[in-house]
Each structure stands twice: as structure tokens, then as C-alpha cells.
């Protein structure tokens, strides 16, 4: 398995609250992938990085903020959480832009 | 209109067949393609990539493409109920900046 963590695994927190997911990886990979999986819509991405410091909006960004300051790790942050923000967090990476995509465990979002 | 389109099933067959998982898309640009086998409450995992048109095959597993009908196969030999979870396609072109993912296929393979 490619050398994906992701943290926390599970969290509950409350609307307005400002929220980080963190993805650690150690297969020194340049590209860096936020997903998020809903029932009936599949994985849909947030937001990526093609390097340290470089990133890119996805299709469904809005609201999330994200920050890559080193190769290893990339972090997610929900400014301020709605309700609408409750779902499956994952995170993948990938040599490239076409290369196969490695994902991790996942990270369980609820937000009351 | 999704840029990919995926059967969400429920898919249930018996132990040994042959399953068929299919994906169409509408962009004639993409040219790669990458299968996902997803367990309940885990991560996607990469079964199959393929660039272009044609067959590629790994132990029971085979994956298909037809470009010319913008369609994309996975076929499971001696399915096993251990291959009992969600199937996954992806597609992206070599001028796109993110793979695009079917909503997946529900498989059952009941001993």
C-alpha cells in the first residue's frame, strides 16, 4: 500500500467551527489530491497541489481552503464548517497528472 | 450532463461468474482511464490503468476500452465473494487538471 496517513480518522464538530484535516505521505509523490465522497455523487475533488506551495481549485471548493508546506503534507481546512460540509474526506496522490492515483484510509467529517 | 456515467446497481452474482462493470463518458478527449475497488468504510484501491484504447488484463481482472463508443469496461473472471465491494471508474484527458470519477457500482458475489 502507497504511504498515505490521514488525520483525524473520525471527527464531530459543530457548525461554525473552523476544522484542518491533515494527509501525510511518504512516497515523496509531487501531487496531492482533497476528495470528498457522497452518496450519489461518487469522489468529487476539492482541491490539489502539483508541488510545495502550488495548488488548485477542484470542481467543489468552495468553502475549503487548503495549504501545502511541505512535500509530505497537505492540509484541508473548512474556515467554518456547515452542515453541508458532512461527508467522507480522502485524500490521493499521484506522480503525475495522469499517473494512477493512491488514496488514503479516509477521514469521517460530521458536522451538527 | 456527468462527464461520466456509472450503473450504481446493486450488482449480485453467484461465486465463479463473470462480471461485466461498465462506464460511459461524453468527453472524447479522455485517454486515461483507471478502475477502483472500494470496501465498505475503506479507501479507493487502484486496480487497473490504462492509457488509450484496447485491453489490458492482471491476473482475473481485465480491464477494456472503446473510444469509439466512449465506453469503458472492467471484467472480473471467477468472481469470489471477497470481490464483493464498489467499483470505482475514473477518466481524465491529457489537456484536464482532475480525473473524473463514476459514482460507482455496488457488487455482491454471493458463495
Known amino acids: 500500500d502507497a504511504g498515505i496517513t490521514q488525520s483525524p480518522r473520525h471527527k464531530v464538530t459543530e457548525t461554525g467551527t473552523p476544522v484542518t484535516l491533515r494527509c501525510h505521505q511518504t512516497?515523496?509523490?509531487?501531487?496531492m489530491y482533497w476528495y470528498r465522497q457522497d452518496p450519489g455523487h461518487g469522489l468529487r475533488l476539492i482541491h490539489y497541489?502539483?508541488?510545495?506551495?502550488?495548488?488548485d481549485k477542484g470542481e467543489v471548493s468552495d468553502g475549503y481552503s487548503v495549504s501545502r508546506s511541505k512535500t509530505e503534507d497537505f492540509l484541508l481546512t473548512l474556515e467554518s464548517a456547515t452542515s453541508s460540509q458532512t461527508s467522507v474526506y480522502f485524500c490521493?496522490?499521484?506522480?503525475?497528472?495522469?499517473?494512477?492515483?493512491?488514496f488514503g484510509p479516509g477521514t469521517r467529517l460530521l458536522v451538527l | 450532463q456527468k462527464e461520466v456515467e456509472q450503473d450504481p446497481g446493486p450488482l449480485s452474482v453467484p461465486e465463479g461468474a463473470i462480471v461485466s462493470l461498465n462506464c460511459t463518458y461524453s468527453?472524447?478527449?479522455?485517454?486515461?482511464f483507471m478502475w477502483y475497488r472500494q470496501y465498505s468504510r475503506k479507501g479507493p484501491e487502484l486496480l487497473m490503468y490504462?492509457?488509450?484504447?484496447g485491453n489490458k488484463e492482471d491476473g482475473r481482472f481485465t480491464a477494456q476500452v472503446d473510444k469509439s463508443s466512449k465506453y469503458i469496461s472492467l471484467f472480473i473472471r471467477d468472481s469470489q465473494p471477497s470481490d464483493s465491494a464498489t467499483y470505482l471508474c475514473?477518466?481524465?484527458?491529457?489537456?484536464?487538471?482532475?480525473?473524473?470519477f463514476g459514482t460507482g457500482t455496488s457488487l455482491t458475489v454471493i458463495p
Open positions: 512516497e515523496n509523490h509531487r501531487y
Open positions: 490521493a496522490i499521484s506522480e503525475g497528472p495522469y499517473s494512477p492515483q493512491y
Open positions: 490504462t492509457y488509450s484504447s
Open positions: 497541489s502539483y508541488g510545495v506551495k502550488d495548488t
Open positions: 468527453n472524447s478527449a479522455f485517454q486515461y
Open positions: 475514473a477518466m481524465t484527458s491529457s489537456t484536464g487538471n482532475q480525473f473524473y
